[in-house]
């Protein structure tokens, strides 16, 4: 009886490890605080992102992406666990995710339940690893930090002074005389990242009877490739910088001198923050940009060391691509820098996914050079990959396929793409044209994307459009969950 109970487990471990065996993998990769600073979304006119443009023209360019929230904390959190804020009750960067959810099961503990092997490097979550959630972590995830050394200036602040505890400490830059190598950090990430691609992991869970021994064939992967640039510090090797001479850097293409002018109240004090009087007062602002030009070179440049990796590997016709970005980032626009608004140039993000041929959620995979403007939501990222690779649907999220639109990014799509802010009463709501920013206070904005795809004109006072004003209210979230508080 021992004999045939122990043959029926075996055959059930082989048949079930076969079927993930045929599934594809998934890459997915993550750039911090990335705006449409990339070639192919033209967000800036002297960006140098070969590898992000080869990456987009290689599968489907999502031009109209947004984050479920606009920091970095709620916005990972939401990717992973499939929940949005308004479902989780995590909205900002200072909560922490296990005490939101100290249950959640998040994106890659799912994938190894459903025999992947969930392996990850670098920045995925908000400063954590969630050890429990991983196979295997780059640095170790014993330690629960997800970086590993980088090289930085003995001697800080380079070159933006600090004006007191408000300013984050750092908002700073300098070009470093050091090599890729020598730098570390997120060379050293993409350099483990191309490791896996080369050396897929091997289950060794083992049947055992009368001393015989049944070995699980490799397993799928499912691997998490976080580059932290160009988050700040802007600090790469100078190189990066060459490209970008101070004489010739121009400001955003979104920056108007006027543009907060027809804010409500809540949108000026959300605008003129004090980072950007702080660096225009030093002079800085040209300095910031070129800093920031060469913080995505770089990053565009390890992002190349992965596709490169991945097409070397015996992985390359068998895996799915997924890249995106946590948030956009403001660099003068709205006389605001950094994140943490509803304005486009924050709630937009790069969305790029390729799916290779006979992925069981779409047998034709994508097609090289396609491009979707629908207005989706990186929460989808969750119910997208489960549907693509052939896994049961979680119940218990908030997520929807993006196959559809995979397959045809012309598709009739009935969803609008929903960003929060620091409380569940400040959100923004992107349809493929418009968008509508609502305040706690029921101060307004709204925009027309065709006529004004910088935002530069609120037209939320107009009587001409109180029909679409009141068109895109009816688009806010129901049944919304309170910021959650921790117990003391």
């Avoid at 003068?332 to 304005?343: A, D, L």
């Amino acid at each position: 009886m021992k004999s045939i109970v122990t043959l029926f487990c075996a055959l059930s471990i082989l048949g079930s490890t076969e079927a993930a065996e045929s599934r594809p993998n998934v890459l997915f990769i993550a750039l911090d605080d990335l705006n449409d600073w990339i070639g192919c979304l033209g967000g800036h006119p002297q960006t140098k992102t070969p590898n992000l443009d080869r990456l987009a023209a290689s599968g489907v360019l999502f031009r109209n992406a947004y984050t479920a929230a606009a920091s970095c904390n709620p916005s990972r959190t939401a990717i992973f666990s499939g929940l949005p804020p308004h479902r989780s009750g995590l909205y900002n960067n200072l909560q922490k995710m296990r005490e939101v959810m100290p249950e959640g099961e998040l994106l890659p503990r799912y994938f190894s339940k459903q025999g992947y092997w969930s392996a990850g490097s670098g920045k995925m979550l908000h400063y954590i690893i969630d050890p429990p959630s991983w196979d295997d972590y780059f640095p170790a995830k014993a330690k629960d930090n997800p970086f590993p050394h980088t090289f930085y200036p003995e001697k800080r602040p380079v070159s933006l002074p600090r004006a007191g505890d408000w300013q984050y400490v750092e908002t700073d830059w300098a070009a470093l005389d050091v090599t890729d190598e020598q730098f570390g950090g997120d060379w050293a990430v993409t350099k483990w990242i191309g490791e896996q691609l080369n050396a897929q992991k091997v289950a060794s869970a083992l049947a055992e009877d009368d001393g015989s021994k049944v070995r699980l064939k490799p397993q799928p992967l499912f691997l998490a490739c976080g580059i932290y640039r160009p988050h700040e510090p802007w600090f790469v090797p100078k190189q990066y910088f060459e490209p970008f001479p101070l004489e010739s850097i121009q400001l955003p293409p979104g920056y108007k001198a006027d543009d907060v002018d027809d804010l409500p109240p809540a949108g000026q004090r959300l605008a003129r923050n004090r980072y950007f009087a702080h660096i225009h007062k030093h002079e800085q602002w040209k300095k910031g940009i070129q800093a920031y030009l060469a913080s995505i070179h770089y990053a565009d440049a390890m992002l190349g060391r992965v596709l490169d990796a991945l097409e070397m590997s015996s992985q390359r016709d068998n895996t799915i691509v997924v890249l995106w970005s946590d948030h956009g980032w403001h660099l003068g626009e709205k006389e605001h820098w950094q994140k943490f608004t509803g304005w486009r140039v924050c709630a937009r993000v790069p969305l790029m996914i390729r799916v290779p041929k006979g992925a069981p959620g779409l047998p034709e995979g994508t097609t090289p050079g396609s491009v979707c403007d629908r207005p989706v939501s990186l929460v989808d990222l969750f119910g997208t990959l489960t549907d693509l690779c052939g896994l049961p649907p979680k119940a218990d999220i908030n997520s929807s396929s993006l196959a559809p639109l995979l397959s045809n990014p012309q598709a009739e799509w009935p969803h609008a793409a929903l960003t929060h802010l620091d409380k569940p009463e400040n959100y923004a709501i992107s349809t493929e044209r418009w968008r509508y920013i609502h305040y706690a206070s029921n101060e307004e904005e709204l925009y027309d994307l065709k006529t004004d795809p910088y935002e530069w004109t609120n037209l939320a006072t107009n009587p001409e459009h109180a029909n679409k004003l009141a068109e895109m209210r009816l688009l806010a979230p129901k049944n919304i969950a309170p910021v959650h508080k921790s117990k003391p």
